[in-house]
């Protein structure tokens, strides 16, 4: 029914900047918490950063804390992640996810929808 579908990614030097987005396809959703987490080949997805479904808070993985800005555009039903200060160890598969009610889970069993990810590369 939905699909998330993420833009922005791209290759970039260590110490730029990057803003991802997130738009539903299907229909608009509402009352859903937005996340974004991110996967390296042969590692495991992991949690980088979250919005509750109210848009009341946020939660960031510490190592993109005060680098990293999740916020939301209601009337665009769009989420974004604004990344600053790359790292090349931010080099990874992005995934916008959304959850019904969602508070700002890091767990990604726990979401509804997913899209299927965008490269971020950071080089040296």
């Known amino acids: 029914q939905v699909q998330l579908v993420e833009s922005g990614g791209g290759l970039v030097q260590a110490g730029g900047s990057l803003r991802l987005s997130c738009t539903p396809s299907?229909?608009?959703?509402?009352?859903?918490?937005r996340a974004w987490f991110r996967q390296a080949p042969g590692e495991e997805r992991e949690f980088v950063a979250a919005?509750?479904?109210?848009?009341?808070?946020?939660y960031y993985e510490d190592s993109v804390k005060g680098r990293f800005t999740i916020s939301r555009d209601s009337a665009k039903n769009e989420v974004y992640l604004l990344m600053n200060s790359l790292k090349p160890e931010d080099t990874a598969v992005y995934y916008c996810?959304?959850?019904?009610?969602?508070?700002?889970?890091?767990?990604?069993?726990?979401?509804?929808?997913w899209g299927r990810g965008t490269q971020v590369t950071v080089s040296s």
């Open positions: 919005i509750s479904w109210n848009g009341d808070y946020t």
């Open positions: 299907g229909r608009t959703l509402r009352n859903y918490g």
């Open positions: 996810a959304a959850q019904l009610l969602g508070l700002g889970s890091r767990t990604s069993s726990e979401y509804n929808y």
